[in-house]
């Protein structure tokens, strides 16, 4: 069955500019992440939903970041006035929801380059 | 508090020989730990996980690992690498259930195969 899907798979944009990355979860999926992955490091958490809502957004770098989840499926990942900084990976990935040790499916990604 | 360390940023192998990728973990409580793995342009895929049951945990591809409470270590091994193993390895650890900002991953090894 269908994966995962991120897109765009590539993203440049011109600082202070704002971005919209998504991400299409596995159908039946009720748990949603999002991560942020820098060059040679490991993935920084950066929000989790559970159906449609948020009730963990303690990694959010700051408030230029926003997220949110339509219908239980769709994500969208916004970053307003991006910075050279908000470049690296952002991963998705999508779970069925039974629990925090669910496993998780990741999609490709999409990398974002800050200019 | 839990935390986890992946004591190689590079691991290079023969094809052929064995494979070992070390990971030690700190945790408070019963960890549930997972190796994932991360193909060039590519989202994670599970390897392996360790939830409490058997401490020998067999995954995909020819790979296990071995739970150690004693040494606090979830090592990943292959008896005999393969070009198609070479890929970046991440360790996860979650001793803390209450969300999933508590899930930890390391900074993770990158594999190399040599011919």
């Known amino acids: 069955g269908a994966g995962v899907s991120q897109s765009p798979s590539n993203k440049v944009t011109e600082k202070g500019k704002d971005v919209e990355l998504r991400c299409d979860p596995i159908s039946g999926h009720t748990a949603l992440y999002w991560y942020r992955q820098s060059l040679g490091q490991g993935l920084e958490f950066l929000i989790y939903?559970?159906?449609?809502?948020?009730?963990?957004k303690s990694g959010l770098p700051s408030d230029r970041f926003s997220a949110e989840r339509t219908g239980g499926s769709v994500s969208t990942l916004t970053i307003q006035r991006t910075q050279q900084e908000d470049s690296a990976v952002y991963l998705c990935?999508?779970?069925?929801?039974?629990?925090?040790?669910?496993?998780?499916?990741f999609g490709p990604g999409t990398r974002l380059t800050v200019l | 508090a839990q935390s986890v360390t992946q004591l190689d940023s590079h691991v290079s192998v023969s094809e052929g020989t064995p494979v070992l990728l070390r990971c030690n973990y700190s945790s408070s409580y019963s960890p549930s730990l997972f190796w994932y793995v991360q193909h060039p342009n590519k989202g994670l895929q599970l390897l392996l996980k360790y939830t409490s049951a058997a401490t020998l945990v067999k995954g995909i591809n020819g790979f296990e690992a071995e739970f150690k409470k004693s040494e606090t270590s979830f090592h990943l091994t292959k008896p005999s690498a393969h070009m198609s193993d070479a890929a970046e390895y991440f360790c996860v650890v979650i001793s803390d259930y209450s969300s999933a900002s508590k899930i930890i991953f390391g900074s993770g090894t990158r594999l190399s195969i040599r011919p």
């Open positions: 990935a999508s779970s069925p929801g039974l629990g925090i040790a669910d496993t998780q499916y």
């Open positions: 939903f559970q159906g449609n809502s948020a009730p963990d």
